[in-house]
């Protein structure tokens, strides 16, 4: 069976991406990590993180995937032992010290890191001669690249199907170190190949149309199928960042896409798995390298991709069912007599228009305005924790 | 230490070959952000006119490589398995795998541009029996000091040109100029930069060529002031061309090879350039906002 692997930049993401339909998820610790934030998993929360998976049959992945200088190299086997004691499934890594380290002092499974830019068979199996159980392959590779790789080694590959994208071959741009002091290969990348530069010839020029290396976000909806029969193990989602909403309604978009096909062995329609992605963020898209090198009709060119949606409008927390009364955290600003919609954690969405709304204190509201305002919502349908409340 | 030069054009070689240990050299179908692409003709006669000269020549195949890629390269590589090759560079774990199955054990240079980081990662490549491995351009001193005390293969290290800082398989100059309705006139051009909106005073040097798009640093990297303490660990020293020409690269290596600081004005003076010692001095913070990876 195909793997669904969604990123989770915190334990609420964690549990949306898995209710939401993902096999996986990929999530950052305080340590080594490409995301070395203060917000990272902690220790506790890797092990309230796996106890959730694994109670529900799932995963869960931690990025040890910087590239370490010599000042980065202490206390990591200690790291990896904490990480193995806590029943992670997995961990992401790109530099052979820290692979070393985990085969020889944990029985933790190892994933090769996309920063290594894996591009071919040869490389694949190296890796997998060494112990590595899956490859994350190169985003450069089309997806008869991808299929020929499959007929040749025995290794799980990993691929990209959604998210924003690396311009360069992953880990090897350093454009951040050297324009803003930040090792992009240590957490820091400051993005700086999505700004915008003048393209000069000599001393010329060439248009006031600003230069842009940056792309579309990829979106392989419609590759899924070919990737599903040529043998790839994992399809991941990029996004650790992302909202709650964007993170359920990708998730549960692919994991209808994947469960269709595999039911219906084809997909003659794509449109409304497209109808459904833009509702989490309606983002310029394209397919990547997977079609084949990326052209023009690929690239941003004085335009935001991104558009946030308003959709999102508040997360359920819990539901009485004698009362028929649904308790749920504002997120976005909306009123009584508005035509809403439950997206449930099995992907099903069913309307309804809200009647009744309160506060905690059971005073009547009009307006819920206030963000992360706890709200009591009459709903005529039973909710459960985690369904999310959507404009219609 | 040996010192290592590219070349733009094959009449220069003897010119550009006085000063230094060897010349680096390749072709686009395998080699990227190249001074010059040559023949098969043109490589075999430059390898025999620099062996003659009792001097190394290297092979420049840093594409990553697909497995078709790698197929016609190990194909390419056997015209050459008995030539008087130093070693061949690559910047492929399957490029490495494949020059060992043509003959080349032992003479393969991987340079993996920001990987080899620390004494650990350089070394692991003795696994594959490679002749040496470049250091990562973007670590302190101290850092490459330590990997150079601990090698267990030959160092390699630029130590003087503009440093590449990005490197997409796209052909972004195309794409760009397709999104203006314009005719394309810059693949391979080396009198390109890119101007950031912010930093008007910074034109990075940019190539497009055809295993895709490199962006590089603006000033000139150089270690003039460290020859000493690099002979004491670093075997190969690069002086790369790149947007430059010839004249150029043989006035870098006389200016190497007598420590010749008047020499080094003049050259800053002719070609208007600014030097600097990249990231010798210069650590990298890395607490920020990720980008996806």
Redo the contacts between chains.
């Keep these: 069976m195909i793997e669904l692997l969604a990123p989770a930049g915190d334990l609420e993401k964690l549990k949306i991406a898995l209710m939401y339909g993902a096999d996986a998820v990929f999530v950052g610790g305080q340590q080594f990590s490409?995301?070395?934030?203060a917000s990272n998993f902690t220790l506790d929360d890797l092990q309230e993180a796996t106890s959730f998976a694994h109670a529900r049959g799932k995963k869960v992945y931690v990025t040890t995937?910087?590239?370490?200088?010599?000042e980065d190299?202490h206390d990591l086997i200690e790291y990896l032992k904490a990480l193995e004691e806590r029943h992670v499934d997995a961990i992401i890594s790109?530099?052979?010290?820290i692979i070393?380290m985990a085969l020889k002092h944990t029985t933790l499974e190892v994933h090769l890191?996309?920063?290594?830019?894996?591009?071919?068979?040869?490389?694949v199996n190296?890796w997998y001669g060494r112990g590595i159980k899956r490859v994350v392959l190169?985003r450069?590779?089309d997806k008869h690249?991808i299929k020929?790789?499959r007929t040749?080694t025995e290794a799980d590959l990993e691929v990209f199907i959604h998210?924003?994208?690396?311009?360069?071959?992953?880990?090897?741009?350093?454009?951040?170190?050297?324009?803003t002091?930040?090792?992009?290969?240590?957490?820091?990348?400051?993005?700086?190949?999505r700004?915008?530069?003048?393209?000069?010839?000599?001393e010329t020029k060439?248009?006031d149309?600003?230069?842009?290396?940056s792309?579309k976000d990829l979106e392989a909806l419609e590759q899924i199928p070919y990737l599903i029969d040529a043998g790839v193990s994992s399809l991941k989602i990029?996004?650790?960042?992302k909202s709650l909403h964007y993170i359920a309604t990708v998730v549960a978009t692919y994991r209808k896409l994947i469960d269709d096909y595999m039911k219906h062995h084809e997909i003659t329609d794509f449109a409304p798995y497209m109808k459904e992605l833009e509702k989490a963020e309606n983002r310029l898209a394209s397919h990547g390298?997977l079609e084949g090198?990326?052209?023009?009709e690929?690239?941003l060119?004085n335009a935001r991709s991104e558009r946030p949606t308003q959709l999102f409008i508040g997360l359920v927390l819990d539901y009485n069912q004698e009362s028929g009364i649904a308790t749920i955290e504002q997120r976005n600003h909306f009123t009584e007599g508005e035509a809403v919609e439950i997206f449930h954690p099995n992907g099903h969405v069913e309307p309804f228009i809200i009647h009744e709304m309160m506060d905690e204190n059971h005073q009547r509201l009009d307006v819920a305005r206030h963000p992360r305002q706890i709200l009591k919502i009459k709903v005529p349908f039973v909710v459960e924790p985690y369904a999310m409340l959507r404009k219609r | 230490m040996k010192k290592l030069i590219t070349l733009h054009d094959m009449i220069n070689l003897e010119m550009v070959l006085e000063h230094v240990d060897g010349i680096i050299v390749g072709q686009d179908t395998y080699g990227t952000r190249l001074t010059h692409s040559f023949s098969d003709e043109e490589l075999i006669s430059i390898i025999h006119e620099a062996h003659e000269r009792d001097k190394d020549v290297f092979l420049m195949a840093n594409q990553m490589m697909t497995d078709d890629q790698l197929e016609g390269f190990g194909s390419w590589l056997m015209q050459f398995q008995h030539q008087p090759i130093t070693g061949v560079i690559v910047a492929d774990l399957g490029a490495i795998i494949t020059s060992n199955e043509h003959g080349f054990q032992g003479r393969v240079i991987y340079n993996p541009e920001t990987l080899a980081t620390n004494d650990y990662d350089f070394n692991d490549l003795t696994r594959l029996h490679v002749m040496g491995v470049y250091a990562a351009k973007e670590i302190t001193l101290s850092d490459l000091t330590r990997i150079g005390t601990h090698k267990q293969v030959k160092m390699f290290m630029v130590g003087h040109g503009h440093l590449n800082m990005f490197y997409s398989k796209r052909q972004l100059i195309q794409n760009y100029m397709d999104f203006l309705a314009e005719p394309t006139r810059f693949h391979g051009k080396q009198n390109l930069t890119l101007i950031e909106e912010h930093r008007k005073e910074e034109p990075y040097p940019i190539l497009e060529d055809d295993a895709g798009t490199h962006v590089f640093r603006r000033h000139v990297m150089h270690v003039i002031n460290h020859l000493d303490e690099l002979s004491g660990w670093l075997d190969y020293m690069i002086i790369d061309t790149l947007f430059k020409d010839d004249r150029y690269g043989a006035l870098v290596g006389q200016m190497y090879r007598y420590r010749d600081v008047d020499l080094m004005k003049r050259i800053q003076e002719d070609y208007h350039e600014t030097w600097d010692e990249g990231f010798f001095d210069k650590k990298t913070i890395y607490k920020g906002k990720g980008g996806e990876q």
């Excluded at chain 1, 002091?181 to 190949?193: K, L």
């Excluded at chain 1, 700004?195 to 000599?202: A, F, I, K, V």
Aim: overall charge positive.
């Design positions: 490409l995301r070395a934030r995937n910087i590239i370490p200088h010599h190299m790109a530099s052979p010290y070393d890191s996309t920063q290594q830019s894996t591009t071919n068979a040869k490389t190296y190169a450069e590779l690249q020929q790789i040749k998210g924003g994208m690396c311009m360069s071959f992953s880990g090897r741009c350093s454009l951040s170190n050297n324009m002091d930040r090792d992009a290969n240590r957490g820091g990348c400051a993005h700086s190949c700004w915008n530069y003048d393209l000069m010839d000599g060439v248009s149309v600003p230069f842009s290396m792309s990029e996004g650790r960042m390298y090198l990326p052209g023009v690929q690239q060119y």
